[in-house]
């Protein structure tokens, strides 16, 4: 079988939501007083927006290979993105073979080393790399999740990230996922507070449902190690996530040491490549790594991320990601369960998580996803015509 080469590599940029999902209009849940590591100033407290959160917008890559096929895919990453993709990365795709995924690889990240590694590099690596799989699935005709070994279960099961997990038990998630909404800097009050909403939704759920906090890099080990123990002891917490910024591995090794038996700590979002994972896993950070296939360096190197979990007994859930996950998460063990987004504002529905951009993207029925729902070729959606792409810098 003679394979295609890629003819033409094209970088757009697109507002509101998709997969820059924290570009959201007022009043979304996903921007009402969340702490973060900026809420020590009051001015930036109320919206993670007023910092800048969603200033990278959407970043789509479509390449498109000799024989038509057009691969696409999106995150977060925008008009840097773009630039990365036209002015640098595009030299190595065009004229390779669609198989060579991990060749394309090892060449766009080394020749960014210099000002690359993690971030707004690695983001966009991630997005031609997602686009390579999916161009090369489509070209094979067959989804990815089949390049990636096939399903290892005959359905995924997902708990649900929003502010209201009373809501996503009626709907059949296993647990949700609360956003943490008073830092350190509200001092002990906040941390009541914290632990008041905590105890509220326990109350709300009952016993055996799962309930999990998100603090968004927003804590310190002091402070992380007292709402731990005290959600723990009183509200049966089952997971802390991101409590510390991803650069603190000494911070996270104590945290874990520190919170009491049988709880979580889990992290990753903000880490990137094989490397950022073996650190966390070295140095014993955490109990569920947490990449996002958009951010960490693409499938290609979720695969190796994945691996060196699962040689650890560790379980590896990637964070949000919506298709780009579905397709990986279906394949391994050590992948026993999904995240999904309330992208709703007020989370009281299910909607698709990169909605507008995506077209055909599955959600979870009753908080489960059948692997036929995955079955389509690529990842199985198209990318929306009527989102009004923008090409900053086009050849
Ligand atoms: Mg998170």
């Not at 930036?44 to 910092?51: N, V």
């Not at 995240?339 to 504002?345: A, D, G, N, R």
Request: hydrophobic share 40%.
């Amino acid at each position: 079988m003679s394979m295609p080469t890629i003819r033409h590599v094209r970088a757009f940029t697109v507002r509101g939501g998709g997969a820059d999902y924290h570009d959201q209009a007022a009043g979304h849940w996903i921007d009402d007083h969340i702490a973060t590591p900026m809420s020590k100033y009051p001015e930036y407290r109320e919206s993670r927006q007023s910092f800048g959160l969603n200033v990278l917008g959407t970043l789509v890559v479509e390449i498109e290979a000799s024989d038509g096929t057009v691969g696409f895919s999106v995150t977060t990453g925008g008009e840097i993105g773009c630039w990365i993709v036209e002015k640098h990365l595009a030299r190595f795709l065009e004229g390779a073979k669609v198989t060579d995924i991990e060749k394309l690889w090892d060449q766009m990240y080394n020749a960014t080393l210099f000002y690359g590694r993690k971030g707004i590099v690695l983001n966009t690596i991630s997005g031609v790399d997602l686009a390579l799989w999916d161009l090369l699935a489509k070209v094979r005709k067959e989804p990815v999740h089949a390049l990636l070994g096939g399903p290892v279960r005959d359905e995924l099961s997902f708990y649900a990230t929003g502010a209201r997990p009373d809501l996503a038990k009626e709907m059949g998630f296993i647990g949700g996922k609360m956003p943490l909404h008073h830092s350190p800097a509200e001092r002990e009050a906040g941390l009541r507070k914290n632990l008041d909403m905590l105890a509220d939704m326990r109350s709300k759920v009952g016993d055996d449902f799962w309930l999990m906090l998100d603090c968004w890099m927003s804590l310190d080990v002091e402070y992380a190690t007292r709402l731990a123990t005290a959600a723990r002891n009183e509200s049966g917490l089952k997971w802390i996530e991101e409590a510390l910024p991803p650069d603190d591995y000494w911070g996270y090794a104590e945290l874990r040491r520190n919170v009491p038996r049988g709880m979580l700590v889990t992290t990753g979002e903000h880490e990137a490549t094989r490397w950022g994972f073996r650190l966390l896993l070295e140095m014993e950070c955490c109990d569920i790594l947490q990449p996002d296939v958009g951010w960490c360096g693409g499938i290609t190197e979720l695969i190796k991320i994945s691996s060196m979990a699962d040689a650890r007994g560790k379980l590896m859930v990637p964070h949000g990601s919506s298709v780009y996950s579905y397709h990986f998460v279906i394949t391994r063990h050590n992948s026993p369960f999904a995240e999904f987004l309330m992208m709703s504002p007020k989370a009281d529905e299910v909607v698709p998580m990169f909605n507008p951009q995506l077209l055909d993207e599955p959600v979870p029925v009753n908080g489960r996803m059948k692997a036929s729902a995955l079955d389509a070729p690529g990842f199985g959606v198209r990318l929306n015509p009527d989102i009004g792409l923008h090409r900053p810098y086009p050849r």
